[in-house]
């Protein structure tokens, strides 16, 4: 058991490594912490390790936020420049790479 609760902390680092954008980020965080409460909970309710039912579920709402971040639309435009840009949920012009 304390291999997949390792094993999941050092997929959880590898995740939050490939998350760019601020927004990505809080998304993440966000799902980890809903995550673990729900797999603690979980297992609680079931007899199960709690420590790995908080690490599974935060492992899975992390990458569930970062996915439900990336699938969101964004319509992208251009500047007077050229360059291209998208808004955020907060209306802040977001510049394309």
Known sequence: MKRIVVLMVVL??????????QAERKSAARGA??????GALISAATGGDIGQGAAIGAA???TIGVIRENGKERRVYRDN???RYWHDDR????YIR
């Not at 939050?16 to 954008?21: D, E, F, H, P, Q």
């Not at 209306?91 to 977001?94: F, I, K, T």
Request: aromatic residues 0%.
């Open 12 to 21: 959880m680092s590898v995740l939050a490594g490939c998350v760019s954008t």
């Open 81 to 83: 420049n050229g360059r």
């Open 91 to 94: 209306n802040h012009r977001r």
């Open 33 to 38: 912490l809903i995550g673990a409460a729900g």
């Open 60 to 62: 899975s709402g992390a």
